[in-house]
């Protein structure tokens, strides 16, 4: 099985970049890369079937697939791994200030979230948003076990996405965890314990 969690935010701007204060200085990168740690580490290093692609709104999109990383220098926590970022995010076109930066191989796209969901959703991947007003992730959950291909859609600190026209025009079903908000990467971390018994 393999997994794609799609998250988007519109508030990450790194203009004004401080690792002093990275929630404040950058739109809240700190969420995405807790999200990332989430989605790609377990104990024993990377999860090889799970992916999480980044869409930043001001800089583009991220794809982190551990197959363009070496999982005994990838940073393993959220300053690190903020830090390495952001200069791969201004720097990627450019001369990175980290010369062994291990993101440097990163795959990056210019393509935003709704036509990549309606791409994928062409090629019969299955899709589901994740929303506390969705309906009941466990009534889906053998549903989801027999599929291939998944991709979550999760909202970042605001869940403006969920929210969004585009997204709803693709009428994608909205699956909820409990009527409790969770942290986007608490999410992640929930999603994956209820399939690993299926990964
Ligand atoms: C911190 S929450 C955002 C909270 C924001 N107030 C909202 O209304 O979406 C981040 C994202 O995690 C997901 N999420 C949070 N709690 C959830 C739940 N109980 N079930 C399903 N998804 C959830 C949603 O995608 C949400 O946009």
Redo the contacts with the bound molecule.
């Keep these: 099985m393999e997994v794609l969690f799609f998250?988007k935010s519109s508030s990450v701007d790194i203009t004004n970049y401080t690792i002093k204060d990275i929630p404040g200085s950058s739109g809240r990168l700190d969420?995405i890369s807790r999200c990332i740690l989430a989605a790609l580490l377990n104990l024993k290093g990377f999860n090889n079937n799970i992916q999480i692609w980044v869409f930043l709104e001001k800089y583009g999109t991220f794809i982190f697939n551990p197959e363009s990383f070496d999982e005994e220098v990838f940073p393993k926590n959220e300053i690190l791994l903020t830090e390495y970022f952001v200069d791969l995010i201004l720097n990627r076109a450019g001369q990175l200030r980290y010369s062994k930066n291990p993101l440097k191989r990163i795959k990056y796209i210019n393509q935003d979230i709704f036509n990549t969901l309606k791409a994928y959703k062409k090629q019969k991947y299955s899709i589901y948003?994740?929303?506390?007003?969705?309906q009941d992730?466990f009534k889906y959950i053998k549903e989801i076990s027999s599929q291939e291909h998944i991709i979550f859609?999760?909202?970042?600190?605001?869940?403006?996405?969920?929210?969004s026209i585009e997204l709803i025009e693709l009428n994608l079903p909205?699956?909820?965890?409990?009527?409790?908000?969770?942290?986007?990467s608490?999410?992640i971390r929930?999603i994956r314990l209820n399939l690993k018994l299926l990964i």
């Design positions: 998250i969420v948003v994740l929303d506390e007003s969705g992730f859609v999760i909202g970042s600190q605001t869940g403006e996405i969920l929210k909205n699956l909820s965890l409990g009527t409790q908000s969770y942290l986007a608490s999410v929930l």
